[in-house]
């Protein structure tokens, strides 16, 4: 005792100290604070190329809705000129003298095809994320239930058996030709029945995990079907969710962009409608650009839309956050 006190110069009690025993204290686990959303964009951006591909995904959605409210586009603007029409970018350049607006040349109609395209693609991709908004909200609310309670199981079965069996372009084609071909019909068209395949998916997902001890604890205690579904189950599917959706986002662009090309689109002009238009410019030589700027733009955002999904999806899922 004596050498502890002259090696660390303090006395007995200093030394030595009686130190209280709290039951709950002593229950307390020292752990860092957990955070699931933070986890998630601290592992999505853990890496680079996420990134990148999140840098581009918004600047492309930021410059279809932004540039087409400070531009006065008019597609018809040149139509009596004939000498406006199907210029390559170097000669609208030189005909129209610089600017933004001409560096993919010009169109059919003298409208430059630049503008065209991000006037398109603004109308594309609110198409794309209202329909999935409906869409996922409708299927995963549905899914859940459905997965979860077996009265609505056996009447959702029949439903998804007649409809789940008929090929969904021929749905959207059929209703797409039925009413005038408007914004809110292709929304209705990809929207009526949707939501089915999402929701059989999440019943898939449900019915795996509905018989997990927590879940037959809520059912013991009296919880209602409905707030088992929405408080027990689609938290713990978060990842599933996200990665779901990275795939209908797409999916409603190249639905759009097919029935525009064979002729079933929207009037609007959209991508699909603009690559309709300039089918025949895809082998005329001077004219390739009106066929393949709207051809390029929609892949990019179609690509970066499923790559940052799919990215997020597996970000979301709390064994990577380890």
């Known amino acids: 005792m004596e050498d502890l006190n002259k090696k660390y110069n303090m006395s007995d009690a200093e030394l030595f100290a009686f130190v209280d025993h709290n039951d709950l204290e002593s229950e307390k686990i020292t752990a860092p604070r957990y955070s699931y959303w933070k986890s998630v964009f601290r592992v999505f951006f853990q890496k680079k190329i996420n990134i990148v591909i999140l840098g581009l ?5 930021a410059f279809a809705y932004i540039y087409p409210t400070v531009t006065n586009y008019d597609p018809f603007a040149n139509l009596l000129d004939p000498n406006s029409k199907h210029l390559n970018p170097a000669a609208a350049i030189k005909y129209f003298g610089f600017d933004l607006k001409w560096i993919l040349g010009a169109g ?21 994320f209202l329909c999935a908004a409906i869409n996922m909200t409708i299927g995963v609310c549905i899914g859940s239930v459905w997965g979860f309670s077996k009265k609505v199981d056996t009447v959702m079965m029949f439903v998804y058996n007649i409809v789940g069996n008929v090929p969904t372009i021929l749905i959207i084609s059929v ?30 997902q449900v019915v795996i995990i509905r018989e997990r001890e927590y879940n037959l604890a809520s059912r013991c205690l009296g919880t209602s079907t409905v707030k088992i579904a929405m408080k027990n189950i689609l938290p713990f599917m978060t990842s599933v969710i996200v990665t779901l959706l990275a795939t209908e986002l797409p999916s409603y662009i190249s639905y759009e962009v097919f029935l525009a090309y064979i002729g079933l689109g929207m009037g609007d002009m959209s991508l699909g409608r603009l690559i309709y238009n300039a089918e025949n410019a895809m082998v005329t030589p001077g004219w ?18 499923y790559v940052v999904g799919q990215n997020l999806g597996d970000a979301s899922d709390p064994r990577t956050h380890m």
């Open 108 to 128: 059919a109609s003298g409208e430059p095809t630049f503008d065209a395209i991000w006037n398109g693609s603004r109308i594309s991709i609110s198409l794309a």
């Open 288 to 305: 390739e650009m009106e066929f393949w700027s709207p051809v390029a733009i929609s892949a990019v955002i179609t690509v970066v839309l």
């Open 175 to 204: 209703l797409a030709m039925l009413f005038a071909p408007t914004f809110w019909t292709m929304v209705f068209a990809l929207t009526i029945v949707g939501w089915i395949g999402i929701a059989y998916f999440i019943r898939t």
């Open 57 to 61: 995904l918004v600047f492309v959605i």
